[in-house]
């Protein structure tokens, strides 16, 4: 009766809502009816906790090194003895060798930035073309760069242009290829919406006094929709800047990798690391503060 009273007041889609919704919950019910068996003999099969750590290491012969739990500092120690012993003084040698990768994050960055814009600029104006498979194939494109992630492509041309094509590629190489194909992407929605935001009535103006597509696009839209879109070229810059650590997973001794290597040499690692955090912070700020300069002269100057 119930069943037949649900029937008539609801409609067909939330009927199969509520059908999934009631199938949901038997499946649950019947999994913790078949898991509620098994949980005692999960918790006898437990390993004693209460075994003392110098019985385990006693099993041991002598000389055999066994990692050991970590002691608990007394309450009434110092600072430095409960773990807050923060000495920069022992990366100070290793401070020039962390330095030296803000050059190559910084020549990498821009080389992807200014290819990146290029490529995304082809892929805006396919966009925008009115050709169906230039269209296709280049959202098609974007998508795919778009949804998956950037470490994975980056491992991808790194470890598979040997295999596909024979080449070896060097790490900076892959790196900049990955970068470039993946901003393009983004930067090439950008673009189109910064094109399709300029009057239509520019184009039609030049079209209509004889001037080419292709020079119309380079000398009338193009540095109006650039100017708009200045700001969000800058986030992009940005985020290729702080994305640039990745490439120290493939081999790139840049900031984060050189800072990973004097904390391995030296056995710490907050020191080093908290002082690359501390370059990455000053390096955009910086470019924050020049893309700011820059768009407020832009703006005076219209």
Known sequence: MRKRILTALI????RWAIVALQTFLVIVFVS??????????????????????????SEFPQGTIVAQAPVAPPADAS??????????????????????????????TLSSVLLGLVWGAVLSLCKISG????????????????????????SLVYFATPQLTGYNITPYQAGVLTFTL??????SETIRAGIQAVDKGQAEASLSLGIPYWL?????????????????LVNETISLLK?????????????????????????IYFEPLLFAGLIYYVLVMGLTYAASTLERRLRRSE
């Open 32 to 57: 913790s009816l078949v898991a509620q068996p098994l949980l005692p003999s999960i918790a006898q099969d437990r390993p004693n906790s209460s075994i003392e750590h110098t019985a385990f290491i």
């Open 131 to 154: 050709v169906k498979l230039l269209q296709w194939l280049s959202f098609f494109y974007t998508s795919i760069f778009r949804g998956t992630p950037l470490l994975l492509q980056l």
């Open 11 to 14: 409609p067909g889609r939330s």
């Open 79 to 108: 600072p430095s003895q409960r773990g807050l012993n923060l000495d920069f003084g022992r990366i100070q040698p290793d401070i020039p060798f962390i330095l030296a990768g803000i050059p190559v994050t910084l020549i990498f």
């Open 243 to 267: 994305d640039s650590a990745l490439v120290s997973t493939i081999g790139v001794v840049e900031i984060l990798r050189a800072a990973q290597i004097v904390g391995a040499n030296k056995y």
């Open 182 to 187: 993946n901003s393009g992407a983004y930067m």
């Open 216 to 232: 119309m696009m380079w000398d009338v839209i193009m540095p109006q929709a650039l100017k708009n879109i200045l700001p969000a």
